[in-house]
């Protein structure tokens, strides 16, 4: 099984500030790397697939970068809605695709 | 719109049954693979099953093997999860989730879960 691990754990940044989110995998998942966001108390949505495709309707602040076991998602410009829980997922070695933990980023 | 509505969920005791539906709209059904992944607080999301978009083939984790069965009715536009012999680990909310084409996809669209309660 394929172990995604998100650093940090907690990220607290101020609007207008650029986020950085990492996901290491524990071996390489090639590029079928994606991202969600988690609002509280609704379902997670798919922001970037594919290492770096953004999902349909997902702004041009929101990037994915990576390839093999490192990835990163970045949200330039940060807005207060940007709160939430971001997940990453591999889909390349499965069953079972797996989900990193989470990285829960406040807008303060 | 895409839209998927979980139902059937509630409180069960450990060893009982439960089924799960996912009832879609706004898309051709018939045409994509569909995922069931469930969240605890203290697991995160957990991916449990998928089933290919003719049914033809579904993949389980190993923890729901033997107990869990994804299944869908293409005519009724509506994906299944029949939970049999329940555990409290099972304890989750359900989401059933949409893969971005036929088989294993990314997970494009989600339902809004149903919280499945296993407890004495």
């Known amino acids: 099984e394929i172990e995604l691990t998100q650093s940090p754990a907690t990220l607290s940044l101020s609007p207008g500030e650029r986020a950085t989110l990492s996901c290491r995998a524990s071996q390489s998942v090639d590029k079928y790397l994606a991202w969600y966001q988690q609002r509280p108390g609704q379902a997670p949505r798919l922001l970037i697939y594919?290492?770096?495709n953004r999902a349909t309707g997902i702004p041009g602040r929101f990037s994915g970068s990576g390839f093999g076991t490192r990835f990163t998602l970045t949200i330039d410009r940060l807005e207060p809605e940007d709160s939430a829980v971001y997940y990453c997922q591999q889909r390349n070695h499965w069953p079972p695709i797996t989900f990193g933990q989470g990285t829960r980023l406040e807008i303060k | 719109q895409v839209q998927l509505v979980e139902s059937g969920g509630g409180v069960v005791q450990p060893g009982k049954s439960l089924r799960l539906s996912c009832s879609v709209s706004g898309f051709v059904f018939r045409s994509y693979g569909m995922h069931w992944v469930r969240q605890t607080p203290g697991k995160g999301l957990e991916w449990v099953a998928v089933i290919w978009f003719d049914g033809t083939k579904t993949y389980y984790r190993d923890s729901v093997k033997g107990r869990f069965t994804i299944s869908r009715d293409n005519s009724k536009n509506t994906l299944y999860l029949q939970m049999n012999s329940l555990r409290g680990e099972d304890t989750a909310v359900y989401f059933c989730?949409?893969?971005?084409?036929?088989?294993?996809?990314?997970?494009?669209?989600w339902g809004q879960g149903t919280l499945v309660t296993v407890s004495p």
């Open positions: 594919d290492t770096s």
């Open positions: 989730a949409r893969s971005a084409g036929s088989y294993v996809g990314p997970f494009d669209s």
